[in-house]
């Protein structure tokens, strides 16, 4: 059958953010779909988004509550979401409650009652909520897979999405004859990380498209259910060609190390100990893309945005004035209980919508702490994730982390991360001549060329000023704790292997 | 809601059919209410409210004593009440105001002015709320 001749199967759209990306591109109009999970894990509130989204006069929305949650509550507190347009009720969105026809008759009787409602209103969207309520009656004619199964017919036939909206367990997940009826089954889950609520959300089926697999974060907030694609809404995107293009710190002596600057692309990582100028090197990468009119993306974690600027204009550096031409973007993002997930999201929400070539993660483990402790397993997980999609998309992505300063070991970071990275540049207190100085190297860059001096820099009213050549008449000097030498100075033979020489 | 409520109880005084057996204005509001929403929040559910606001009502209106809310949400005693309603004219009397004016202040507390006025609007023509201000009764 050539590609002309399949039927095209419209989606709707579900009015959750990110959900959309996570089952597809919206679900499949007429579909008949089971929203599963535990109390309070969201399901009616997802339903309704979805409701909202979709019902029109023309094609109404049919909402049948049945046992459970009494309807005037349930409106009483939906109507506290941002989503909720009371002018959709009653034209557009009727609730009709079935409690009485449960209570007093069979299934048989809620399917009549269910069907000459819905040949009265010809709705595109029909809920039942909650459908697991209805089976009170072990005598009944009809069993609760027979209902769903003669209920999935007729409304199919009727052209409307459906949705049935359950309390289930975990465990009753496997062999449910119930949900091979289904034609999406979205599972809910909310369980407590030590002090920490996660919810997760799972497309276990979905005929027709593709979907995101896997386990999916949300947060239930004043406007509904937020989901948060694994895939971060990038996995349509093209990856863009590495355009060679070389981005400036603002530093002269530095790009010269980098062989001209970061690559347009790259995930740098600054590494060093509290003090040796992370910040400060970030905040001038930041500055220098903006100068060039590149916008930027500053997430913080440990200190304020107010303070960050304010740093920023010690070093004789304006972050302020951008902010109000939107051409850059402090996140202050701090709450404990965030998912790794959302703080992306943020993360990537401002990215795009300031069209940001540049980003500074102003720390990792400042990032981290910011997760919910049962987010944090999967941090690096994450970033990768992260990375991968906004380098994708030719994000210079700077990151800072700080290490544990060893006078015997020279670690590039705490966290393992460096094969996130394609350029490290390690910062480093070294004892010198009764002094504690600073030295700073560029461990890698991937796939290109750069210095291997170990160079000298000092912080000052102008940012990281890298002094003079390199230390050459040292000795370990990557310990801490280098020895003086009386060697020749070797500056130059050294730069001859690198093809980068710097003779200042 | 007073407001609200008398407006409601006018226009069932002047919405009756000749043809038909002359009902109060206060029992074909009261079941109008007892239909639309009783579609929405079901029999029981309405039965609930009806029963509170009957109680809340009862102490400015001793006559309502007599009234009881039925399962089906119904209201019964109340045609021996009718009498004491002054049935037939056109103005509303405190007792029946007051009665419906408690069932739609509930209604207001749960669901909110907006809402309720949506919900409203299903068994009753525009005009009747003519954008009023459910709190104070004047118009908007």
Redesign the interface.
């Known amino acids: 059958m050539s590609t002309q001749d399949k039927v095209k199967i419209n989606k709707l759209p579900t009015g959750v953010p990110g959900l959309d990306e996570i089952v597809g591109g919206g679900l499949p109009e007429f579909s008949f779909n089971i929203i599963a999970g535990a109390p309070g894990s969201g399901k009616t509130t997802l339903a309704h988004q979805f409701v909202f989204a979709n019902a029109t006069p023309e094609r109404p929305a049919l909402y049948f509550?049945v046992l459970g949650e009494?309807?005037?509550?349930m409106?009483?507190y939906q109507?506290q979401y941002t989503f909720f347009d009371?002018?959709k009720?009653?034209d557009a969105i009727?609730?009709?409650?079935?409690?009485?026809v449960v209570?007093e008759k069979d299934l048989g009787a809620v399917l009549e009652e269910i069907t000459k409602e819905v040949e009265k209103a010809n709705p595109a969207v029909v809920v039942v909520d909650s459908f697991r309520t209805m089976v009170r009656k072990p005598e009944s004619d009809m069993d609760l897979q027979s209902f769903i199964q003669r209920l999935a017919l007729f409304l199919a036939s009727w052209q409307a999405t459906t949705f049935l909206i359950g309390e289930y367990a975990e465990d009753e997940l496997r062999d449910n004859p119930i949900f091979t009826v289904a034609d999406g089954l979205i599972w809910l889950r909310q369980t407590a990380e030590r002090n920490s609520i996660v919810r997760k959300l799972q497309v276990i089926k979905l005929r027709g498209q593709d979907s995101v697999p896997g386990l999916h974060t949300f947060r239930i907030t004043d406007a509904g259910v937020q989901a948060f694609s694994r895939t971060f809404g990038l996995t349509a995107r093209k990856r863009n060609p590495p355009s060679g293009r070389r981005l400036s710190f603002g530093i002269a002596k530095l790009d010269k190390m980098l062989d001209g600057g970061v690559r347009e692309g790259d995930s740098v990582l600054v590494a060093g100990s509290s003090g040796t100028g992370k910040s400060v090197l970030a905040t001038q990468f930041i500055a220098e893309g903006i100068r060039q009119g590149e916008p930027g993306i500053v997430a913080v974690f440990e200190e304020r945005p107010e303070a960050y600027a304010e740093r920023a204009t010690s070093l004789g550096l304006d972050l302020e004035t951008p902010q109000k031409d939107g051409k850059l973007t402090i996140l202050y993002l701090r709450p404990l209980d965030l998912s790794v997930d959302e703080t992306m999201q943020s993360i990537l929400d401002a990215v795009q919508k300031i069209g940001a070539k540049r980003l500074v993660i102003d720390s990792l483990a400042g990032f981290e702490m910011a997760l919910s402790p049962g987010f944090r397993a999967d941090f690096r997980e994450s970033l990768y994730r992260m990375i991968f999609a906004l380098t994708g998309i030719g994000v210079t992505i700077l990151s800072t982390v700080e290490v544990d300063e060893s006078f015997t070991e020279f670690p590039f970071s705490t966290y393992s991360i460096s094969f996130l990275t394609d350029d490290i540049i390690r910062l480093r207190y070294v004892s010198i001549d009764g002094q504690l100085r600073k030295i700073m190297v560029v461990i890698k860059m991937r796939g290109g060329n750069h210095a291997k001096d170990i160079r000298e820099y000092e912080i000052t009213s102008k940012g990281v000023v890298i002094l003079g050549k390199r230390l050459a008449n040292y000795q370990g000097l990557i310990s801490g704790i280098p020895v003086h030498t009386d060697r020749p100075n070797l500056a130059d033979e050294s730069s001859q292997d690198t093809g980068i020489e710097d003779k200042n | 809601m007073r407001d609200l409520a008398h407006r409601l109880l006018v226009y069932e005084a002047g919405a009756g059919n000749a043809s038909e057996p002359p009902e109060h204005p206060a029992i074909r509001v009261y079941e109008k209410l007892r239909q639309s929403l009783?579609?929405?929040?079901?029999?029981?559910?309405f039965q609930s409210?009806a029963s509170r606001a009957l109680t809340l009502a009862r102490p400015e209106v001793p006559s309502l004593s007599a009234a009881q809310v039925a399962a089906d949400g119904s209201l019964e005693g109340l045609r021996e009440i009718e009498i004491r309603f002054d049935m037939g004219k056109d103005s509303a009397t405190d007792g029946e105001i007051i009665l419906i004016a408690r069932l739609l202040g509930l209604?207001r507390i749960?669901?909110?002015e907006?809402?309720t006025l949506?919900?409203l609007?299903?068994a009753w023509p525009a005009e009747v709320f003519d954008d009023r201000n459910l709190e104070h009764g004047r118009k908007a």
């Open positions: 509550t009494s309807a005037i509550k409106l009483r109507q009371p002018s009720l009653p009727r609730f009709i409650n079935l409690s009485q209570l | 009783g579609e929405f929040v079901g029999v029981a559910g409210l209604l749960f669901l909110g907006a809402l949506r919900l609007r299903n």
